[in-house]
Structures are given as C-alpha cells and as structure tokens.
C-alpha cells in the first residue's frame, strides 16, 4: 500500500468513525433488542417484563425478545448485563435487589461483583407497595396488636420471606428498627410463592409481601392485612393504614426497572427512554399490568434515579440492621 | 357429588366448542415437541408463548397453557428411552430401564406403555381432581416444612432400593450427589459454598445437566463405535407394540405410580421431582424380579413415567382450588389467568365456573388428544434407531448440548455436563451405579432447607418431627422400613455365619 | 498387596471427602438444634470417608485393578476433547457454526468416515433441528457472530 492510499484509507475511516455516533442515532435500534430478565418465570419481574417487550416492538421498530438469565437471587442476570456490549441492544430487567447485592457482599467480605454503578437507570414499570400480612388465625387485627405482642414476646412470632436479604425480608428489618420490636424469628424460603404458602400454612403467622400477591388470599379472608408499606393507602386495599399515617417513617415498594450497562451511549439512552415510556404508558401494558394486581409507577430515568439512590440506601440500612444471621 | 357432575357437563360443553379445542390441541401439540426436544421445558415453553395467548380470553389461554404443561410430561420420556437423554429431571428414571429396553430391541413398547401409562396417570389425577380438589387442597397447605424433612427422609431410606450395587457403594454415590447438592449459596444464612466465586454456581448444580452427563455422555464415551457397528436394532412394525407380558407386568405399577404421584403432586413445593425416583424405588422394592432394574424392566418405565405425569395433574389441586403455586410452571399460569382479569384463589370456582370446569374438562380431552397424538408418534420415533451408530451419537452429543444449555442459557451448565460425562464414565469403570448419585442431588437442598426451617419454627426443638400427625406418620413409616431391613440383615447375617460354622464343623 | 479396583476406588472417595472438609474451613457449623452452612455439608463428607474407607478395607473382594478394561479409552478421550473444544467455542461462534464442526470433527477424526459424506449429514441434521427450534418453539439457539 504507498502512502497516498494509506491517507486516504485513514481519513476515510476516521470519517466513519466521526459519523458512527451520528449513523448509529439514526438507525438505532437497527436489529432486535434483548431484555435479559434476571428472575425465572412465574415472578412479577417476567409478568411484567413480557408485556412491556411486546409493547415496545411496535414503538422500535425491531423485535423485542426477552432472555430468562435466573440465578442467584438475580445476580447472574446483572452480572450478565453488566459485562455485555453497551451498544442498547442489550437491556436488563431487574427489582429492588440489584440495589443489595454490593451491601450483602460487604458483610461477608466479598468483592462485590456488581454495584450499582454498573447501570444506568432508564424507567420504573411498576412499585407494588408492600403489605404486613398475618395468617387469619392469628389474633392480631391491628398493627398495634402485633407490635404490642412481639414485644411481650420476643423471638417468638415467626414470619416467612421469599429469601435472605431479598425484598420480602428487608422490610421486616425496617419495621424491627422503626417500632422497637427486638426480634422476629426469620423463616427464609426460596421465593414469594413459597413464603406465602408457609403463611397460609399457618408455619409462620407473619409476612412482609407485595400487595399483587397477597390480595387474593387476603379477599378470601386467609390472610390480614395490618399495614402497608406504601407511601399513600392503596386503591385496591383503601382499608389498610400506612405505616407513615400510624406514625413509623417507613416507605418500601417491591418494584421492577429497565436498566442499560454502564457506558451505553447518552444518544442510545434518548432514544430507548421515551420508548420505553411511550411502551409503559400504553393501553396494551397498563391493562396487563392491572390485571395482575399491580398499580403501574411508571417513573422516568431522571425520577427514577432519584427514587433508586433513596431506595438503596433504605435497603443499605435494612442489610445491616440483620447483619450476618447466626448459624 | 350430582352438582359437581352438572358442572362438569358443562365444563365439557365449554371444552368441546370447536375453538377450544383447537386450542386444546395446538397446546398438546406444542408441548409434545416441547417435551421430546431436549432443552425447551414445559416452564420456558410456556413464558415464550404466553403473549401469544393476550389476544385469546382465559378460558382458551389456560387450556392452552396448560396443554403445553402436561403434553410436555407425555414427551419428556422419548429422548430418555431412545438417546438416554433425560429432557428434564422427572424423566432421568426413565432413561435408567426405558433405554435399556430399547438396547434389546424394545423401543416401541416403551415408548407405547410410558404413553399409555401417561394417560391413564393423567386422567386418573383429573378424576381426582374433579372429586375431591378443595379437602386435598386444605390437607396440602398442612405440609408444611417438619413434613417435607420426613418426607424427604422417607426418600433418602428408598435410596438403598435405589441400586443393584452393593449398599457401601449406593451410599458412597448417594453421598456424593447429596455434596453436589450443597454447592451453592445457603439460603438460611447467605454463604457462597463450593462455587469458586461463580454466580452461575450461585444456585447449585441443575438435575438436568448432571444427569445428562451422567447417563447420556456417560454412555456414549463408554461405548465405543467399533463395538455396535453392523448391530443397527432395527424394530419391525409388529413388534412397536407392547406384547401381552409387557402389558401385564405395567398394570400395577401404572396403578401405583398413579396414586403415588398425584400424593406427592398436591404438595406445594419442589417435592413432584421425587415423585417419579419414589416410584422407582418403590417398584423395585415389590418386584419379583429386582435383579431386572437396570436391565430395561418394563415396570421401571411404567411406574415412574405416571408417577410424574400424575404429580403434575396433582400440582394443579392447590393452583385452582387455592391459588397457590406448587412450583414455577402453575405460577406462571396463574400469572396467565390474572392477565386476563380472572384472579385464582379460593373463589375461583363460584366466579368463574367457566374458566374452572372448562378447564378441568379439558384436560379429559387433551389426555385423549395427547395418547391419539403419541401412539402413531412412536413410530417414527423409533425409526431414529435406524440411523447408524456411528451417525447417531453425534447428533446425540448434539442434543445432550442444546438440551443443557437451554435451560438455562448457561455455558457453565455444559461444562458441568461434561465433567459428568467424565465422572460417569469413571463410575462405570469402577462399578458404581450413577443412579442414587442423582436421588441425592435432588433431595440435598430439599432435605437440607426443611430441616432447618423446621427447626427455626421450633426453636431447635426436635420433638416438631413427632408433634404434627403428618410428620409423626411418616416418621413411624421410615422408622419400620429400617427396622424391618436391620432385621433381615441381622437374619441374613445370622444365616452366613451359621453357613460358615456348618463349613468349619465339616472340615474338622 | 495387589491393588484393586475398590482401593483406587474407596481412596478417590476418602481423598475428595477430605477435600471437601478441607474447603468448608470457613463455614459455620452451628449446633445440632440450629446446623449451620458447614454443618450437613461436613457430617456428608465425614460419611463419605468412612464408606471411602470401608471400600477400601474390602478391596479384596473386587477384581485387580490390572484386570479394568481401558480399550475404550482412546476413543472416550478424542470424544471428550472435541465436545470441550464445542463447548469452549459455542458462545463465541453459534449454534450452527459451532455443532457442524463438532459433528464433522467426530465423524471425520474420530470415526475416520468419509468427509463429503459427513458433512452433508452434519450440515443437515443441524439445519432442521435449528429450522425447528427456531420456527415452531420461537426459541433461537446461540448466534454467532455472522448474525447465524
């Protein structure tokens, strides 16, 4: 190759490389995206995921598919999102524990392998608030009567949770520490439905669950309801007080959000965030998201990362507060 | 007992309209091949075709959700029998015997009684559930941990059935699969154990590529090509069908794995795996002939095949009568009811009676659909037999790597195959029977869970074992099959020295 | 003494229950009212040494380990190095890519069969099973870099 040809050769492609950006902007997405869902079927995060991707192929133009990479409590899901191409082609789904993982790490001395850092936030579809629920054989009808008897009775009343340090045990952690209850006794079991089903087993009288998942049992009198860990009364349960009208500063949803890998292009982002919100807010999604129960909390990137840092500092607090279980 | 059979009527005037049954029949359809090929589970099948079904009402959704679930259960025993591939881990006992009667020519008769067996397990757990779902569902919700440790006990004794080897040797095995069960992260207290700093390891090794490994790859590296070259099993169309001793000797062990399976199927909870291992114990323990376990006995095809096909008719007791998921593949249907607006739990049946008769009608139909579906199905599936040895097991490595691979779209999952593949070949080597080594496997973090659940719920307090009528029950069961084998042995100890001392006196 | 199959056998078994001891040094063990990550993973590894041991103990009734059939060996090695080389490359290259490979490789290196003849079947059985997967189940296998 002379030197000449070599210029030329360098310029062009330095041109190309200039107008990457620019042509990737225009034609972005040019092939199907990937959702990888952290969460195996049968979860809030695939109920809610499914809907979203097939309201979103129409606004992209290009197929949407969704990718189950389950494990771990989903952290192999974000160690997969985390390591991919950040080119937006590939996008995570994932709840309130990717905001844990590094804080759970920490305790047991491990290097984490993701923080939060690793993601962009791009939406929040959906906070279902949590619930404090008891099996109805129990003879609690108030939070006041639960609270009363757990501090007669310390490490006493057993309550189930769909896992250590997940979004079901957490907020048990939070009501501890805000109403001076010593200790409940922690029943872990390996998901939502299990822990629900020991519940109504009546093997353990207490529970922190999404509202979405509970409400069947709780209309068909199995379970109570004490309180609700949402920041107003729920329109599906409007007779369940808040923990913040009783006086307890407590706040915590189990939610689903849309996160890109860090260093995906700000031209990508712009271009997936109002897609994904025109996706969320369409009949097609809010339907199917209704129907399952859950009140859609669409949030935007801006608001959603602000509700996230506030999120994952009240889970930081919540995986100290157990610190590491005995045994 | 009449408005139960008036409301079944009309179930089945809702099952039978024309365009639920298309849909009966598109669900068994896909879930055949959901089932035969290896890798695309009942659980994946029915996510990716979940959106498919928001443009249909609940009714038709579910019968066609449901369609895939239990069509899958009739074809997850094809690739066992014929490639020794077990597709899921309820059908890893099947390859055991199935595969072994395929190797003396038997293929089409396993293939015939695992449908036949399927069917008359399916349709018999759909009877039960017709009759008597809400008492059995109440009964599940009391299964609670305490029972599921005695439960599980009950299997680890079933274990020494498990085998033809000597006892040291099912322990040795049973003890290693209970060690591979234990990797991963603890649920109780949140350590990482034995996963070398792999979050795929994070929830411990599948059943599916262990025993793919084990039994599929294991197989194929012991068996050398120059050594079936030239002995193609070539079955003739007459011989496809069970022969009249074959049907005799599945009778009663369809009959029992029918009963044992929809038992275990209503527990909530991972426990339906064992179903299709607790009937193959069970069988060989009243065979006559347990010396043919593991040389293709027709009953270690019949009784597991419908013990798992009836734990998975069970499941559907606590979904529909309570609105409990027993495992991830009834959630993600009662998922697919609640987006179309019909809500499961206890009120299913008073608000929509549609929705429940209709579908508890058509699962009537689609077990006969599916049984019409498989029986002309088995033989083209035999004539996979035909292809050469030396072509075949390719295209089996082929399966054995999608297989493992899809489930959970995980290449550490294929490499964890492989070293099985070795492991198995070794065992082989050394006359060890992989077989309890997968028991223990699925039971390690069962067993492990519900016994320290059990005793968080009790303080640490044994005497929760003995205090509920469940647990106690089964406890009282597992103590008097062991004093039972301790006194055989004590007997046939007794017998050998005796035997030893009438040599000495003769001698002398 | 003559080694048998069962000391190779029982002592593989003592050796990996020690290693597994060895591992678990940082796992709580707890107390038997409330085990601990270490405990039952501990109580199953000290079993599996002490059946290791009683295999070991017994050799004598199993056969000589010179007497083990190894003939098999060459042929299980070849096909376990081309399914590890499969396995190494599937991610990176594909379904397609990498399964006509490793069925061209065994029929060709391991089977010496003719290479025309192996690859039209390698290519075909792959071809439909994708075709199946991904037209009728809507579930893409592994694609390579080509976009296949």
């Known amino acids: 190759m002379d030197r000449r040809r070599f210029v030329i050769g360098t310029t062009a492609s330095a041109a190309a490389l200039a107008a ?52 771990a409590g989903g952290q192999v899901g974000a160690q997969v999102a985390a390591s991919s191409k950040p080119d937006g082609y590939t996008l995570l789904s994932h709840n309130n524990g990717i905001s844990g993982y590094a804080e759970v790490d920490k305790l047991f001395g491990r290097a984490p392998k993701t923080t939060r850092a690793d993601f962009i936030p791009l939406a929040r579809l959906v906070a279902d608030p949590i619930l404090l629920v008891v099996n109805d054989q129990q003879p609690y009808k108030t939070l006041k009567d639960f609270v009363d008897d757990a501090k007669k009775r310390p490490d006493t009343i057993v309550y189930s949770s769909g896992g250590l340090y997940g979004a079901t045990h957490l907020p048990v952690a939070l009501l501890e520490k805000a109403t001076g209850v010593p200790k409940l006794r922690h029943l872990p079991t390996n998901g939502g439905g299990p822990a629900i089903t020991a519940l109504l087993g009546n093997n353990a009288q207490a529970s922190t669950q999404a509202t979405s998942a509970t409400l069947q049992h709780i209309k068909a009198g199995k379970l109570r309801a004490l309180a609700s860990f949402g920041g107003t009364r729920s329109k599906i349960l409007p007779d369940v007080p808040t923990l913040k009208e009783l006086g307890y500063n407590v706040e915590y949803y189990l939610w689903v959000g849309i996160f890109a890998p860090k260093g995906t292009p700000p031209q990508i982002v712009s271009i997936l965030s109002p897609a994904i919100e025109k996706a969320a807010n369409s009949d097609q999604f809010k339907t199917a998201v209704t129907n399952l129960g859950l009140e859609p909390g669409y949030l935007n990137a801006k608001n959603f990362a602000a509700f996230w840092d506030a999120d994952a500092k009240r889970s930081d607090e919540a995986v100290k507060t157990i610190g590491k279980v005995q045994g | 007992m009449e408005t139960t059979f008036i409301s079944l009527l009309h179930g089945f005037e809702v099952a039978l309209q024309p365009a639920n049954l298309w849909y009966a029949f598109l669900g068994c359809l896909v879930g055949t091949l959901v089932g035969v090929l290896p890798g695309i589970g009942p659980l994946s099948g029915i996510s990716i075709l979940l959106p498919v079904t928001f443009g249909l009402n609940a009714t038709q959704a579910v019968i066609m959700l449901a369609g895939i679930y239990y069509g899958s259960q009739y074809g997850g025993s094809t690739t066992s029998i014929l490639m020794r591939i077990p597709g899921e881990a309820s059908s890893v006992m099947t390859c055991i015997d199935g595969n ?370 469940i647990a106690l029950g089964l406890v009282i069961v597992s103590a008097v099959l062991l004093t039972l084998s301790a006194i055989s042995f004590v007997l046939k100890r007794k017998d050998w020295r005796a035997k030893l001392a009438e040599a000495e006196t003769a001698e002398s | 003494m003559n080694l048998r199959s069962d000391h190779v ?116 059985t792959v071809m439909v099973t994708y075709a199946v997967f991904v037209l009728v189940l809507k579930a893409p296998l592994l694609t390579g870099p080509l976009g296949f």
């Open chain 1, 20 to 71: 990457g950006p620019a042509f990737a902007q225009e034609t972005f997405p040019s092939h199907a995206v990937t959702i990888i869902n952290a969460f195996p079927p049968g979860g809030a995060n695939d109920a809610v995921t499914r809907p979203l991707a097939a309201a979103l192929e129409p606004i992209l133009k290009q197929p949407v598919v969704v990718e189950t990479k389950a494990g």
């Open chain 2, 100 to 469: 072994a009667m395929a190797k003396k020519g038997r293929a089409g008769a396993a293939l015939c009684i695992a449908a036949v067996g399927s069917w008359i397990a399916g349709t018999f757990g759909i009877i039960m559930l017709t009759l008597i779902a809400p008492p059995l569902a109440t009964l599940a919700l009391r299964f609670g941990p305490p029972e599921y440790t005695a439960l599980l006990v009950l299997g680890l004794i079933f274990l020494a059935y498990m085998s033809s080897t000597s006892l040291v040797r099912t322990l040795l095995m049973a003890c290693l699969g209970l060690m591979l069960g234990m990797i991963g992260i603890d649920n109780m207290t949140g350590h990482f154990r034995y996963s070398f700093d792999l979050a795929e390891l994070g929830d411990g090794i599948g059943i599916v590529p262990v025993a793919v490994g084990l039994f599929g790859l294991g197989e194929i590296l012991a068996t050398p090509s120059h050594k079936v070259v030239g002995e193609v099993i070539t079955p003739k169309l007459r011989e496809l069908l069970p022969n009249r001793q074959e049907w005799r000797e599945a009778a009663m062990p369809i009959a029992r794995g029918s009963v044992l399976g929809f038992i275990i199927g209503i527990i909530p909870g991972s426990a339906h795996i064992i179903s299709s291992f607790l009937s193959y114990a069970l069988e060989k323990k009243v065979s006559k002939h347990p010396e043919q376990f593991g040389k293709g006995a027709v009953a270690g095809v019949a009784g597991p095949e419908s013990a798992n096909n009836s734990a998975s008719t069970g499941a559907f007791v606590p979904m529909l009568a309570l609105g409990i998921p027993t495992g991830p593949i009834t959630a993600v249907l009662i998922g697919a009811l609640m987006v179309h607006g019909v809500s499961v739990g206890p009120q299913l049946v008073s608000e929509h009676p549609d929705v429940f008769w209709g579908f508890v009608a058509s699962m009537y139909v689609g077990n006969l659909m599916l049984l019409a579906l498989n029986l002309p199905l088995v033989g083209i599936f035999v004539s996979v037999l035909r292809i050469p040895y030396t072509y075949l097991y390719p295209m089996i490595i082929m399966f054995c790597i999608i297989g493992v691979y899809e489930v959970s779209h995980s290449i550490v999952d294929v490499w964890i195959m492989l070293i099985m593949g070795v492991l198995g070949y070794g065992l082989r080597k050394f006359s060890f029977d992989p077989a309890p080594l997968v028991l223990g496997l699925v039971i390690a973090p069962i067993f492990e869970q519900s016994l320290r659940q059990s005793l968080i719920m009790s303080n640490g307090n044994y005497l929760i074992f003995l205090s509920r009528p």
């Open chain 3, 9 to 124: 056998g029982g002592g593989a078994f003592v050796g990996f229950g020690v290693l597994v001891l060895a591992l678990s040094g940082d796992l709580p063990t707890g107390q038997l009212s409330m085990p601990g990550a270490g405990f039952l993973p501990k109580l199953i590894a000290a079993f599996t040494i002490i059946f290791g041991l009683a295999l070991f103990f017994r050799a004598r009734e199993s056969e000589p380990l010179s007497t083990l059939g190894w003939s098999d060996g060459k042929h299980a090695a070849l096909v376990i190095a081309i399914t590890a080389a499969a396995t190494a490359l599937y991610t990176s290259l594909g379904f397609i890519t990498t399964m006509m490979l490793m069925m061209i490789g065994l029929l060709v290196i391991v089977e010496r069969r003719n290479v025309l003849r192996a690859a039209l079947y390698s290519v075909c």
